[in-house]
């Protein structure tokens, strides 16, 4: 099958990207009503969206902070400290008392779901003289909190279904806020006002052909006005922004869908026999080149080199992992790529690549190693890998957390948890912070990448830790499926 490429009006005997109108402030804004700071420039001679460079480091220089799921557009930035190394308490808890819970339903029927899950990571940054914390939660809202009170800064933004995914904040310094749901909208919020405003939404059809679902669940990357996201229409998003500044002083956006493409391709739905390839782990960036994977397992590579240029990305890379592909593609500072699959399907190709396999796009075979976890089915990994100095640290939904040598593959260490671990790990100041199904978060030293991690403490939170810890200042913000989001930090 060709795969479809839509860029902007060119229709290209599809359906044409349809436009949603979101808030009073939303649509586009004459040139004669817009002043103050108009979207950046690309650099001159600017050919990588993503210097890799800044594989390890912050989300860009303007804003400080952890802006997105797994901190900056590689996945690679976790945070900073100092990160206790002796049992840390609570600071505080939102909300105070009960939980953040809601009725959702999926194939599973109709249940209430409570506090945040897989992904669930936060965001936090420093805006104004304060720290901000900010994420979506299972009670269908976005919460924007100080992260020293845990307080409200703005009031909670609903929408219509619960959120699972993180939010992106603009790493220009616009004041603005890009959350999914699961209510078939993604959102551009603008965080200037007395409230948390919508200035524009994409639905899961606006664009088509789609598959499967209609969540948002990825975490959106914004580079250069640009907006990467896919969704559970199993389509892959690029939208330009247009963000700027009204005459009172207020943002707006203007944003059109100027390319679209499916995560899926007719060979990838030969080989799974179903129709399940819904987009729910996250973009990746590296250089000139967008990666993401789906639910089938359909790992892709976009160059975007002339995309400033109108010139329509063209897809790169294909490889095929066998089965569901949740966790976020991960880009080493040579363009490796690290995959984390799961084992549902019981494919005979998961059996031949492995459920954590190195990736290295340049080369003809791709694969260039591979680790196994097929156990009973469900098996596998739904957290993101985290690269710590030369090794990459994984968990797997039967509760062990691996540390294997980045080179080789090879299994430097392992231990076990009660599962299910679909946590992201995260290290900062050399310490593995990791939640396990029974309530607590540990901690452990790293420092040595040969030696079994040595533990230094473990806090009971109650319910399942799920949800990736934002880390800042070394303060641990995280939600648990008990239904609260807590701050963990030295007293
Ligand atoms: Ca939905
Ligand atoms: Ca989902
Ligand atoms: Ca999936």
Redesign the pocket.
């Given at each position: 099958m060709a795969v479809l490429v839509v860029v902007a009006a060119a229709a290209c005997g599809t359906e044409p990207p349809r436009f949603i109108p979101g808030g009073p402030t939303a649509g586009p804004t004459s040139p004669a009503a817009v002043e103050g700071t108009a979207s950046p420039a690309p650099a001159a001679g600017a050919g990588t969206w993503s210097d890799p460079a800044a594989v390890g480091k912050p989300y860009g220089d303007k804003v400080t902070g952890l802006l997105a799921f797994r901190g900056n557009p590689t996945r690679t930035y976790y945070g900073t400290g100092p990160v206790p190394r002796t049992t840390p308490r609570t600071l505080w808890q939102f909300p105070r008392s009960g939980g953040l819970c809601a009725k959702s339903s999926d194939a599973k029927g109709e249940r209430t779901w409570c506090g945040s899950g897989w992904t669930g990571q936060p965001a936090v940054f420093e805006r104004q003289d304060r720290t901000w914390v900010v994420f979506g939660a299972y009670d269908r809202a976005v919460h924007f909190l100080d992260a020293r009170t845990g307080e409200r800064i703005l009031p909670d933004f609903p929408t219509g279904?619960i959120i699972k995914g993180s939010v992106t904040v603009d790493p220009d310094g616009f004041p603005l806020v890009y959350t999914g749901s699961?209510?078939?909208f993604f959102r551009v919020l603008a965080i200037d006002r007395g409230k948390p405003t919508e200035l524009w939404r994409l639905s899961?059809t606006a664009v088509s052909p789609t598959k499967w679902?209609?969540?948002w669940d990825s975490n959106a990357i914004v580079i250069d006005d640009y907006l990467f996201e896919g969704g559970?229409n199993s389509q892959f998003h690029v939208v330009k922004l247009n963000r700027r500044y009204g005459r009172d002083g207020k943002v707006t956006v203007a944003p059109k869908v100027v390319f679209h493409a499916p995560g899926w391709d007719a060979q990838l739905l030969r080989d799974i026999g179903d129709e399940n390839v819904s987009i729910e782990g996250s973009v990746a960036v590296y250089g000139d080149t967008v990666y993401f994977a789906n639910s089938g397992g359909l790992v892709q590579g976009w160059d975007i080199s002339g995309l400033k240029q109108g010139r329509a990305p063209k897809r790169v890379f294909r490889f095929w992992t066998g089965d569901d592909t949740d966790a976020t593609v991960v880009i080493d500072e040579t363009g490796a790529l690290y995959v984390g699959a799961q084992y549902e399907r019981g494919t005979a190709r998961s059996a031949q690549v492995g459920q954590m396999m190195k990736l290295d796009p340049k080369r003809r075979d791709p694969l260039v190693w591979k680790a196994a976890d097929r156990g009973t089915r469900p098996a596998g990994v739904w957290g993101t890998p985290a690269l710590y100095k030369d090794i990459v640290i994984f968990d797997t939904n039967g509760g062990d957390v691996l540390g294997l040598d980045r080179a080789t593959g090879a299994q430097r260490w392992r231990f076990h948890l009660p599962p299910t671990t679909w946590q992201s790990p995260v290290v900062v100041d050399d310490v593995l912070l990791i939640g396990d199904c029974q309530g607590f978060m540990h901690a452990y030293d790293v420092s040595d990448t040969s030696a079994t991690p040595k533990p230094l403490w473990t806090l009971k939170i109650g319910g399942c830790v799920e949800s990736t810890p934002a880390v800042w200042k070394g303060t641990l913000y995280f939600g648990t499926r008990a239904g609260a989001f807590h701050a963990i930090g030295a007293s």
């Open positions: 279904d699961r209510d078939n899961a679902n209609n969540d559970e």
